[in-house]
């Protein structure tokens, strides 16, 4: 493998569209597979085609296993050598970057008329299922918004779904953020917010979702110890040597299965 490709950690975060179901597409099993081939792409992230091109290329993977669903997706890229971030989001999931208590960056959500998301298909080209379905969106990665941008020690990285967004608004998010995160940025104090952040979209009772919340602090290697390291990933909550992570699922619908899927690089 080629040692560039280690100077790259890779997030994402997909969300199976389930208004698809009853035409028959597996929203949970799509987007696990849509974000497990992204995963498997090992080409190192230096601008905007590249970017699309893993998302392509994994689109084309999923297509091959005959399997059928669509899901938004939020892909980011950090490469640790240069601290620069980039990102592809397509969809109303979203990430947020904030310094020094400000929001520096948010992507934008993107909507079809009404309030369907952009999102990403594999869609089956039976005769009997395209004739017996309503319009289905099938868009590409090149109709998703790519952000890039400087990392600093210090920054936060907020990665979440639209149920966090859709029932909280951002300046309400940084307040959340900033008057509960410790200045150590812990594993703890993470958790604890990303917890505070659910538990506050819940209560808004705006729109009821499955709700995933990613929250990062990039931090000197030397940070974070080892020990600590390894007893958060026993835990629901992920931490790597150059950043510090924690998160939170909740489905809203006990009476579905969850169809958000989030990975991070293990290397």
Request: glycine share 4%; with cysteine; hydrophobic share 35%.
């Given at each position: ?32 597979t ?36 669509s ?95 859709d ?40 729109k ?31 931490s ?28």
């Open positions: 493998m080629n040692q560039d490709v280690f100077l790259n950690k890779y997030i994402g975060l997909s969300d199976g569209v389930s208004g698809n179901r009853h035409h028959g597409l597996d929203p949970y099993k799509f987007a696990h849509l974000i497990s081939s992204c995963l498997e792409e090992t080409d190192r992230i230096i601008g905007s085609s590249s970017m699309r091109g893993l998302v392509h290329r994994a689109i084309r993977c999923v297509e091959k296993r005959s399997i059928f669903g899901a938004t997706l939020c892909l980011l890229s950090i490469d640790k050598h240069s601290s620069y971030l980039r990102s592809l989001n397509i969809g109303d999931s979203g990430f947020m970057l904030i310094r020094q208590n400000k929001l520096i960056i948010r992507s934008h959500p993107q909507y079809h008329r009404g309030s369907s998301p952009f999102q990403l298909s594999s869609l089956p080209t039976t005769q009997s299922f395209t004739s017996n379905t309503t319009r289905l969106y099938h868009d590409k990665p090149s109709d998703g918004e790519y952000i890039e941008h400087n990392l600093e020690i210090g920054d936060l990285l907020l990665i979440a779904s639209d149920g966090l967004f029932n909280l608004y951002e300046d309400f998010i940084v307040q959340i953020i900033n008057n509960h995160l410790d200045d150590q940025c812990s594993v703890e104090s993470l958790q604890n917010v990303c917890q505070m952040l659910v538990k506050s979209a819940c209560h808004a009772h705006i009821c979702d499955d709700i995933l919340v990613l929250l990062f602090c990039v931090v000197p290697c030397s940070s974070i110890s080892i020990d600590e390291i390894n007893e958060n990933r026993k835990s629901t909550s992920c790597s040597s150059d950043s510090s992570l924690s998160s939170i699922l909740v489905n809203q619908n006990e009476e579905e299965s969850f169809d958000l899927f989030i990975f991070k690089d293990s290397n």
